[in-house]
């Protein structure tokens, strides 16, 4: 395929985009993302958490402060533990689709193998939802299927082998097996039978919706090869313009939704739940809680182990287990703006 594409003088433009693409998985994985999960694993159940939104607080927070300094620094320590995460989410996604240019458009007919292909891609990753969404986002421009992206996108969080390692060692067997199964059905059996609920335009990006949302697309009838100097210059140009379209579409709502997890976050203290009695409305709004906070990687297996210990009804931990970790407020707003609000 390589080579078809090299007729067509993508050849070194794709090579540059798959070896950027390898260098920056490389560089964050082994210099941070593992490290960091390595780390939250060893510790185990003696891990705290300095913020409610954070692992690590740049700035230690004081109860007698008032509420809006007490959100305002949340929010300035949530940016701070997810700053690496984001922006390995908007390279890398900007990075795929630029490399999406390059390559014809690829999918399954049965939405159910799309899906699987989503796990498939998802679960490497190895970074949060909100980290996941800007990723996505470019894969979806790129003309990936929204099962596929939609897939990508909670599996990211939830299958990664040391998250599934930490979730089996620090909670009970049947919360964490319950945890996999229900996300595998949400991601292979819900995921598909909600997107045949979008019609059909709004399914896959069309070629030419891909060619129109960029600037100076490249033309299909450009059969000339190019050397490697115009490939290197052609790389640079639509990198940046893909750079520029992923991080002006995402880091706005990516502050915005730091903020909105801080102020539920301040206003519903996960460690008051223990004092919540266990019925429908009590579940269901400590499932919006979870769904809203934008949380970092595996924070949802973290703060389960320190909730369960602390002797919250088991009811509420596999709800904020179920939720925290998978969706949140900034990967809806993601999700909104290049798929669809449904």
Known sequence: MIGAIATRGYGYRLVLAVASLATLAAVFWLQSRYPNLNEKALMGGALELQDPLSFEAKYQLDPAWPLWKRIAYTTINWIYTNRRGMMFGVLFGAVFLTMLRYLPRRSFKSGFANALLGVGIGAPLGVCVNCASPIVAGMYRGGTRAETTLAAMIASPTFNIIVVTMAFALLPFYLAATKMLLTLAIVLIFVPLICRALPKWQLQV??????????????????????????????????????????????????????????????????????????????????????????????????????????LPIGLVMVLLMTLGSFSIYSFMIVSQTISSK
């Open 206 to 311: 069309t070629d030419s919706a891909v060619d129109s949302c960029i600037i100076n697309p490249i033309q299909p009838g450009a059969n000339k090869a190019e050397n490697l100097g115009r490939g290197i210059l052609g790389f640079l140009r639509d990198f940046l313009q893909d750079f520029w379209y992923i991080a002006r579409m995402t880091v706005p709502l990516m502050i915005l939704a730091g903020f909105l997890g801080a102020v539920v976050a301040t206003l519903v203290p996960f460690e008051h739940l223990s004092d919540v009695q266990v019925n429908i409305a009590t579940l269901f709004i400590v499932a919006l809680v979870g769904i809203f906070a934008p949380v970092p990687m595996a924070f949802d297996v973290v703060l389960a182990a320190v909730l369960l210990n602390g002797g």
